[in-house]
């Protein structure tokens, strides 16, 4: 196998670095052993700028008696520039800008494919791709640099030197191996990063060396690090024996911190090879018969006492299980034995056991579920999953909108459907096992048919790289967590589930608790390497969820608090104060614990982009707009290559450049299947992501949601209208968003607080109006017979958009009405009684106008009078302004923003404040003054910019690998 990958340029060899051995643990050995070691002659294999292992080195030898020489290998050129810098007056310190070792005998793709595959190291936080990218990188980067790739050698050459006192190996990811065999037999060799590809093998080589002492380890700082001290080797004396005791028991204490971190394989082959070296070893021999860590399967399965067959039922209960719902699925196909999932999904009513969240404060919003269930797609999830594997997946649910009644009937749920003696084993959405864990655990209830169920520990995350370092305290409290694996019999029920209590009749109404009878304890699945990853609060909606459900106040603020803190080990009671005992929290990577899950962002391809143009088959108003001018940008681009607009029953108009799919007109009434049918076009189409022009959405492809405005929220309009239950889907589906205003994106917060402001863009709307020639005025007013100065008014009607404010003040104009008229545009017929009314001897227009009569209309006018209650963004204002027309309006919604200063506010409810806008905006000063600014601000509103903003954002969820990964093991 061999992958190639194009490296990153300029190289990440170029840059300076700060330094990762440095005032810790082992910064402080290195400067102890250097100072007290007989030692003549020191190599420093990586010495980057000289920050780190480096000061140690020379702050020990600057008092060692013996006078030592330090040699200094770096192969970065600006490295190599500031570490020469640093240490020039240090007669001692010789620098060297080289290469270690030359790049014939550096890893293959396929080498370092095989030790990613089948070793849980550091690497494996990262993509394949990128650690292959890494190794090609370095290469590339000795091939370039022109300097000696025999570094090792050249050093040895010409300073005399045969085998060196003291060795540092930390210098390329992937060149330890072969600097170990240049330096082999080194008086003390010092290796860092033992728990990656580094070192690895060369951690296990000189353990299992006979002639090497391990005198110091610590497999949790960091990556790791382990110091060997070279001693002699007597043919056949006590001080032979008694060294091999200690490198056993190093080995054997090596192989249990492997297997408490849940790296069984490491664990294993540690073990195998020690007892290659040393035979005679009952510890190590009584260490693998004993299963007390990584346990062989086939060892296991040998034993007459385990039964052929013990099938696993998993079961699961959850609302909104994303992301990590979709890890077990890639787990359990991998399982040799028989099992089956039974995934129970919907809200849980806060009663029986969790009936203690009501006096917390929890309760259940519409923002945590959609009718009852998921609404992060995790419904869709589970109905594509049940699809592929019918006989092995089985998912309960409650009619649309009802709730479970409590988590204890959720349990009970798959019981009546296990007909079969087997393992109960639960299995949260967001717990994480690996493979070799489930048949590990397997085995020992077959190998243990009296035990009863399991205990585990868990790391528990509370961020993407914390978790609870502290045991006996919350999470980790023994007497309840984990419980999570019970022997099965048909006719067992739960009791409760928090705590979970399985019982089995044991007679007339008499039951026994599995957990209490005989449970395999925690020490005893410890052992064994089941500790599995519980990531609990690791992504901002679950913090949002366990707000609101637990009534966790404040939980999401100090839980992003927790996010940015630095320096551990902390007590996490001092973020989350439900917590009241003196749990610590520290870094996953200080504790060396590899997460299965991680986000990762990176990796492009190309796919199509579909628009559902379904707002021109319904309406042709402001939205219709917007849609039809981001079209014609899209069309002069690129970008039409990957677009296909979905044209509902040929309503939608056609621009050349684009592709179009004629498809059913839309119902409201009909809408789940519209969502199927979407849905099947997506896949069809190979659609990375969709977006529509008002609401619809398909069932699972990733969307992108354009919002105008949160009138009908603001409003108190009847949500459950269709319309608008649609729009709140559409906003739940979507994993990003365009909204036309910032006022309009804290609105959007505001009733959806769920979503997270990065997930949000702010693209103000363009215009395509400018100012007409005074011919096409005049034109406009002898069309519909206009012969007084007048007014401009948007929808005269009784509205949000407060058209009744203008007439009220222009009644108070009483016998100088009949000098103006007032043109009202957006419907023709008669204009209402009350407006007439007030209008008095004013002529008045209702008229209905195209685009070109619209924008005479407007450059005509006294001013457009627009002081409407609330906007998403204020379309009239910035075409007016485009126009040459001085605007009245009113400081409420998005009109500020739009606006600015090139307009003239008046409060939407003073009438006489009006009254007196009507009268000064006819000054001419002050009306030139609006009209200069109002030309100048519209210029800041462009549809190439919006086309170009909605285009990143669509291309960022259809083109961008960003979200969790997992190492399915």
């Known amino acids: ?222 990556n790791g690090y382990a110091i060997f001290k070279r001693i ?17 028991e190093a080995l054997i204490q090596l192989a249990r911190t492997y297997k408490a971190q849940g790296r069984e394989t ?62 077990h699925i890639e787990i359990f196909k991998q399982l040799k034995f028989k099992w089956h999932w039974h995934v129970i999904e919907g809200v849980a009513a806060l009663k029986n056991d969790t009936a203690w969240c009501v006096a917390n404060g929890g309760r259940i919003t519409d923002e ?81 048919p009296d035990r009863t169920a399991a205990y585990y520990w868990c790391w528990f995350f509370v961020g993407m790289d914390i978790v609870i370092s502290t045991r006996n305290c919350y999470a980790q409290n023994p007497k309840q967590e984990w419980l999570r694996t019970w022997r099965y019999r048909p006719g067992c029920r739960w009791m409760a589930h928090e705590p979970p209590v399985l019982v089995e009749p044991v007679g007339e109404n008499r039951w026994r608790d599995l957990g209490r009878v005989k449970p395999f304890s925690h020490q005893e699945t410890e052992r064994a390497g089941l500790i599995f990853q ?46 009241r005992d003196e749990t610590q929290v520290n870094r996953a990577s200080a504790l060396s614990v590899h997460p299965l899950a991680w986000y990762q962002r990176g990796g492009k391809y190309s796919e199509t982009v579909i628009i559902d143009g379904v707002f021109f088959q319904l309406y042709r108003t402001g939205i219709a707009r917007v849609w039809q001018s981001l ?40 809408t789940d299947a519209d969502r199927f049918m979407l849905e099947q076009i997506c896949c069809e189409e190979n659609a990375a992501v969709f977006v529509s022009t008002y609401y619809t959405t398909p069932l699972a492809t990733p969307s992108v949601f354009l919002g105008h405005d949160m009138i009908p929220e603001l409003g108190g309009w009847d949500l459950n209208k269709p319309m608008w239950r649609e729009k709140h889907h559409g906003i739940r589906h979507a994993d990003r968003y365009v909204v036309v205003s910032k006022n309009t994106a804290k609105d959007l917060r505001h009733f959806f607080p769920g979503i997270h402001s990065d997930k949000i863009t702010v693209s103000h709307n363009g215009v395509a109006f400018s100012r007409p020639a005074g011919c096409e005025v005049e034109a406009f007013k ?42 009202c545009t957006g419907r023709q017929g008669e204009v209402e009684s009350i407006f007439a009314e007030y209008a008095g001897d004013a002529d008045v227009f209702m008229l209905y106008l195209s685009d070109e009569e619209l924008a005479a209309a407007y450059a005509g006018a006294i001013a457009l009078v627009y002081p409407s209650l609330y906007e998403g963004f204020g379309m009239p204002i910035v075409e007016a302004m485009a126009c ?38 006819q000054a001419r000063q002050l009306k030139e003054q609006l009209v200069e600014k109002g030309l100048k601000r519209s210029t800041l509103f462009s549809w190439e910019k919006m086309a170009e903003d909605v285009k990143t954002v669509l291309l960022l969820v259809a083109d961008t690998e960003v979200g969790w990964k997992f190492q399915c093991v």
């Open 534 to 579: 519980h990531f609990a609060y690791v992504t901002r909606e679950q913090l949002i969820f366990k707000e609101i459900y637990y009534g966790y106040s404040g939980a999401t603020e100090k839980w992003e608090e927790l996010q940015e803190n630095t320096e551990f080990p902390i007590l996490l009671k001092d973020y989350f104060p439900w917590v």
């Open 232 to 248: 002699d080797v007597p043919a056949e004396d006590e001080s032979n024996s008694c060294n091999n005791a200690g490198n056993i």
């Open 782 to 823: 002898q069309r519909y017979g206009i012969k007084k100065p007048y007014w401009l008014v948007i929808g005269a009607k009784i509205s949000y958009k407060n058209s009744i404010l203008f007439f009220e003040a222009f009644s108070l104009l009483r016998e100088q009405r009949q000098n103006f008229s007032i043109v």
């Open 884 to 921: 040459g027309c001085p605007v009245i309006t009113s400081p409420n919604g998005s009109i500020p923003e739009v606006g600015g200063d090139a307009v003239l506010y008046v409060d939407s409810g003073d009438v006489e404040a009006m009254r007196q806008a009507l009268e000064d905006i």
């Open 368 to 448: 945590l579920h959609a009718e009852g269930l998921s609404k992060d797609k995790t419904t869709q999830y589970l109905d594509q999953l049940f699809s592929v594997y019918p006989d092995q997946v089985t998912v309960y649910r409650k009619s649309e909108g009802r709730f479970w009644h409590g988590k204890l009937e959720m349990v009970n749920a798959p019981l009546p459907a296990i007909k079969e003696e087997c393992l109960l084993w639960q299995i949260d959405a967001d717990e994480l096992w690996t493979v070799s864990q489930i048949n590990r655990a397997r085995e020992l209830f077959m190998k243990f």
């Open 1 to 222: 196998m061999s992958i190639k990958v194009q490296p990153p340029f300029p190289s990440e060899l170029e840059l300076l670095i700060p330094p990762e051995i440095k005032d810790d643990e082992f910064y402080h050995l290195i400067i102890e052993l250097s100072k007290r070691e007989h030692v003549t002659t020191v190599l420093e294999i990586g010495s980057s700028a000289g920050g780190g292992s480096t000061e140690a080195f020379v702050m020990g030898l600057r008092d060692n008696p013996n006078k030592p020489e330090l040699y200094c290998l770096e192969i970065s050129a600006p490295r190599f520039v500031k570490l020469r810098q640093r240490y020039t007056d240090e007669t001692f310190v010789k620098c060297y800008n080289v290469s270690s070792v030359p790049t014939s005998v550096f890893p293959s793709d396929d080498d370092v494919v095989d030790f990613y595959r089948d070793n849980s190291t550091a690497l494996n936080r990262y993509s394949i791709e990128t650690v292959l990218g890494w190794l090609r990188q370095d290469v590339e980067y000795i091939k370039k640099a022109g300097v000696s790739e025999e570094g090792i050698e050249l050093i040895k050459k010409e300073n005399n030197i045969e085998v060196f006192d003291m060795v540092l190996i930390d210098g390329s990811e992937f060149t330890g191996t072969a600097e170990l065999n240049r330096v082999y037999g080194a008086g003390l060799i010092l290796l860092d990063d033992v728990n990656s590809y580094k070192n690895f093998n060369n951690f296990i080589r000189l353990g299992n060396d006979p002639q090497y002492e391990m005198i110091h380890c610590n497999t949790k700082l960091r």
């Open 631 to 670: 079209f014609e940008c899209w069309a002069k681009t690129p970008f039409a290559q990957r677009l296909l607009v979905l044209d509902r029953a040929r309503t939608v108009p056609r621009v050349p450049g684009l592709r179009y799919r004629e498809i059913a007109p839309y119902n409201y009434n009909n």
């Open 266 to 327: 490491e664990a294993l082959k540690i073990l195998e090879n020690s007892l290659s070296v040393y035979p005679e070893s009952q510890a190590i021999i009584n260490e693998i018969d004993k299963c007390e860590g990584c346990l062989a399967g086939q060892n296991l399965v040998a034993r007459p006492e385990m039964k052929a067959d013990l099938p696993v039922h998993f079961f699961t209960i959850v609302l909104n299980g994303e992301p990590f719902i979709r890890y």
